[in-house]
């Protein structure tokens, strides 16, 4: 018979094993479940809510789209010249096309987006856009063909509090056009859009032969889709529901799988602290491991009889997670919305979505990190020499043996190794691969680390009784402490790791936030409105304004499937923009070029080196040259800086949309504010906000901060958990040494010099555990910070070290571990010391 | 060393780390039904012999042979099957573990080949009714004294009608009274199953129960007269 056999037919003796150990120890086992079921429910809530949020994203780009078989959309908001229309209409494979103006617009505060549609032609193509008057359809389009009649959105109708019938003042591309709400979008979903003729768009709000859209219907997709891209012009693209989603999908996917892998940490600490678990129930079994060894039982068995533990553990905890998740995940959104912080999904209304693959993806790994966590003490378990164990009291400990380093060492390398591979579709795999083996390494390599720090306190001899107990023990079994620590340590790590990338992060973007707003005051329109020539002459003219800076910033699409990049227009050439940060920039320009500057985050999306030749998909002009990269913390999908002069005479645009204003020294910037306003004609002064650097600054921080709360409130829950661990590991270790402190006792030891050789050890395994926790935090931050970041969204920055932080983690850590052994130790040295030997008489 | 011995052991030989040898020339025959104690000083190898008879430890020289298998032909997998099967344990510290009720302490052996736990549990049963202990099956090792774990351990040695049954110092934590009861017990069974039995033990008195008495030396095993 094989082991296997022997496995399969002692399976009753393995039954009684488990069901004994979890009848007499239930709390540990709730213990470990909850730890499981804590980092399940925090990971699958996370991705619920991202995953809801880009749903009902995903929605809204399909209500504003009216799901169309495939577009053609402008590249910029500038459109395309409506001219393409009757062209694409008759092209080969397109059955119908439906042009559409498309403005951002707003009703008093509400947002939304305003259509103007040809009610016919989108009677076929998207008839969700069809608006619908309380009597009914307006499918013969009668309404629609009224100037004036406007259909909202249940959504946009909510928000506005408007009735139907109720005339209201739609403002958009800078322009104030009354129109009566003539009933709604029923097919329009929960998006806040409106729609108008086009007709109307075009003439009432500045869009005159321009078009922002087309949206086809196919009778062959295959003919149409080259037949169309042949035709277009270069400041137009061939887009289709797939890429839309792709878009929104690429906007937040790197902020979504950063989030969900921090979720994690809570998930990765709970498997510490099952490996810290069943390592002390394995070294308490150790003689009963033994007998059943000598008994017959195969190694095999005892290895399976422990797994088997785990894997309970596991299922317990995993499917409670999944449950606390879902809830979790609900009420999130229901206080909170959509957005978990970073601002990707602001503004459309969020219903949660179950995703069962998701849910069974974090089933499995809170199965994996439980039956991890118990494979490594289950195999020590079964390699223990059964009769040496039996004869043995279970103190087996060797303080001659050398703590092993090699498989840290090799873990490290490994992990590093694995952090300078590129990423993978855009997303650092292997960066978080690295950083998971850098962690495997590091705590592997903490009872190395222990003995290496307790080596020159254990030779120094004058401490007093109790602590040189504390020390010797610790020195002569690191691997006790680390069993304690390996979940906090884990925790820690990564939470330094995260503390010095925010940090720098934080750091690096308040320096670019004072390079880049160095002018006094800073205005800008809204709703598409814009300063004309006229304009930006008279708030040059004010009294008191020395400088002015005008500039135009647009999205612009360079893939359909990607966020657009923006594209600024800047006064550039007459020397250069000293609020502009360059970090690299080409030797010359050659002089017949145009020249743009990059962002950091474009030329590291696009390729876009200095001295290299690109092509923009704006006004047909389409070849630039690259003079220099520029760092840009503002904008994740990427910019282009281009001189207004060569813009306007490209575009033809001569609209500007913001303003950068330095004072005359010595006046007053307050005045010099109310003077501007006070210049701007009256139908654009409340479509203008003024702001000062210091007010725009802090609202930056304020926004970055809030995009990091829920970091933060993952690692709390992790730091939680991985202290929980040590309580609880520390507690069973304490309270497993009973007989040595019987034994103390009988040697004439008082309670109170046991209670302060345990708070010794406490302390010295708590500051152990922050010591090696910020050793290998520091250095998984460097990871984070050079390819996590970098990889996920583009930015560099250099390391800043949160030096409070660190104070207060070894302080919080040492003393939570003191008092904890301080009030394990009570409860073990409160028996009488003549029971606590017994055995041994 | 008859042909009909349970237990042989052939010119068996011990070194441990160092320059010291614990025993060599060790030649030893156990007879179905027949009782050994092994005595000697403390250090000599016999917990070393006993491990080394058991398949838990490796002879530097000699062969052990069990009802005719012979260690030294098995893996670890089948030393441990072997163990499982024909050989059954009882110790100084009882080891029972503490989570088990007594009957499927008694039953372990059983339940490690069988998934059958009713016809385990009745054995158990009827073992436990042999050491003395009837109606204490739902109990736990807490619940008894000494005495009664090691009629407990000795049941629990019995259960599957082992070939050999090996004892380490069985009454070193009884009091004399107990101790002797508990030797009378151990002897009956090994009789009574007509397993080979082997006990190594510090006391004269405990050896005394014995068919043979052998003492451990340098130099293997030396006979005395009881």
Known sequence: MSDWAGLISGRLALGWLIGGEWRFHPARFVTTAVAIAVGVALGFAVHLVNGSALSSFDGAMRGVSGAADLSIRATSPLGFDERLYPRVATAAGVSDASPVVSLPARIGRTRFTLLGVDVIRAANVTPSLIGRRPRGPDSAGDAAFDEAALFLSRDALTQTRAKIGAVVPVVANGRTVRLRIAGTLPGAGDVAIGVIDIATAQWRFGKLGRLDRLDLTLSDRSVAAPAVRAILPPDAIVSSAVAQSAQGDALSRAYRVNLDMLALVALLTGGFLVYSAQSLSVVRRQRAFALLRTLGMPRRAVVAAIVTEGLGIGVVGAAVGLLAGYGLAWGALRWFGGDLGAGYFGGSGVHLVFQPRAALGFFTLGLVAAILGSVLPALGAARAAPAAALKNAGDVVDPRAPAAWIPAVLLLGAGVGMALLPAVNGLPLFGFAGMALMLAGGVAGVPWFARALLKP???????????????????????????????????????????????????????????????????????????????????????????????????????????????????????????????????????????????????????????????????????????????????????????????????????????????????????????????????????????????????????????????????????????????????????????EFGMLRHLGLTRRQLTDMLATEGAIVGFTGALAGIVLGLALAQVLIHVINPQSFNWTMTTRIPFGTLAAVTAALTGAATVTAVLAGRRATARQAVLSVREDW | MGEASLLEVRSLAKAVPGPRQLFRNLDLAVAPGELVAIIGESGVGKSTLLNILAGLDDANHGTVAIDGTVLGSLDDAGRTRLRRERIGFVFQAFHILPYLTLRQNVALPLALVSPDARAAEARAEEMLDAVGLSGRGDGYARDLSGGELQRVAIARALVHRPALILADEPTGNLDPETARRVLALFAEAVRGHAAAGVMVTHSDASAAIADRVLTLGADGLVERRV
């Not at chain 1, 320096?511 to 006094?520: M, Q």
């Not at chain 1, 300063?531 to 400088?547: C, I, K, N, S, Y």
């Not at chain 1, 040259?625 to 994740?636: E, F, I, N, S, T």
């Open chain 1, 457 to 739: 306190i254990a030779a120094h001899g004058a401490w007093p009784v109790p602590r040189m107990l504390a020390v010797r023990h610790l020195y002569g079994a690191p691997g006790e402490a680390a069993t304690a620590l390996c979940g906090i340590v884990a925790s820690t790590a990564l939470m330094i790791a995260m503390a010095t990338m925010v940090t720098s992060f934080r750091g690096a973007v308040d320096d670019w936030l004072g390079t880049v707003l160095g002018a006094d005051l800073y205005a800008r329109t809204t709703a598409g409105a814009a300063f004309d020539p006229e304009v930006r002459m008279r708030l040059a003219a004010t009294p008191g304004v020395a400088h002015v800076a005008f500039s135009r910033q647009i999205p612009l699409t360079i893939a359909p499937d990607r966020p657009p990049i923006s594209l600024i227009a800047r006064p550039e050439r007459q020397g250069r923009d000293p609020l502009l940060v360059l970090i690299a920039r080409a030797p010359t320009i050659p002089a017949t070029a145009v020249p743009v500057w990059v962002s950091e985050p474009a030329q590291r999306l696009f390729g876009w080196d200095p001295g290299e030749t690109i092509a923009l998909p704006i006004a047909g002009r389409t070849r630039f040259y690259v003079a220099g990269v520029w760092r840009d913390y503002g904008r994740q999908a990427g910019a282009v800086l281009i001189d207004e002069a060569d813009y306007q005479k490209l575009t033809g645009d001569t609209g500007r949309d913001e303003v950068s204003v330095i004072v005359t020294p010595g006046e007053d910037v307050a005045r010099v504010s109310a003077r501007m306003t006070a210049r701007l004609p009256a139908a654009l002064r409340d479509q203008v906000e003024i702001t000062r650097p210091a007010t725009l600054r802090r609202f930056a921080l304020t926004l970055f901060d809030r995009s990091f709360a829920v970091t933060y409130l993952l690692e709390a829950v992790a730091i939680l958990v991985g202290l929980v661990g040590v309580a609880a590991t520390m507690s069973a270790q304490t309270i497993s040494r009973e007989r």
